[in-house]
């Protein structure tokens, strides 16, 4: 699959495409397979950039709509992406692409080792790829988050998934309760079987607004 294209052609239809939201699921789906127990096209996601296409309501900037291309970013950062922020062109509101990218999300961390007859025949699948878990919560850090005058820069997989692990209803602003959910999703996949990413999950620290929210008081009280 690797060497014919076929999984890159499927992963650019999937996360970099103005297919159809159903189309783009079924190729998720499809790649699903293709991922499970192979480091070849698990490794072609890893390594892979692309640039999205992303749909765009009509506006000042865009009378008619349409779609805008993304700056280039990691095929994993926008597999997430997907994932937590739902398709663009239905508004984020479709649920079937984001459960087709859980589910290839999951595959793609596992790892797989053929059972010849050796003295441990029971060891024949070995949950793995600490490698790309490791990657993705290496980037899950307040320091991995883009400086604000780079905000058009791409965030890594990590921050993406972050944000959405950290993130509340603010009054009188749209949420979307499944982003979170979807976050907790991946980050669960993310540390199942893996001790060392549990350990690196453990030593995590998340960032922290009291301190921003003591020194507003304080400067609200003086006004």
Known sequence: MVTSGVTRCLLELALSSNAPASLKAQALNTLTPIMLASPKNQALLT??????????????????????????????????????????????????????????????????RIPFLTDEPKKAYVTGNDDARLGIIATMSPGSTPDPETADAPQSAGTLLLNALVETPLPGQPFDPYRPLFACLLMAHLVRNSEAAKRAAREMVLPSFDDEEDAQEESDGLI
């Open 47 to 112: 390594n892979l950039v692309m640039a999205p296409l992303i749909a765009v309501p009509a506006d000042e900037e865009h009378p008619q709509g349409g779609f805008i291309r993304l700056p280039m970013r990691g095929a994993v950062g926008a597999l997430v992406g997907t994932v937590v922020d739902g398709e663009g062109a239905m508004g984020g509101r479709g649920l079937r692409g984001r459960a087709a990218g859980v589910n290839m999300f999951e595959v793609s961390l596992r790892a797989f």
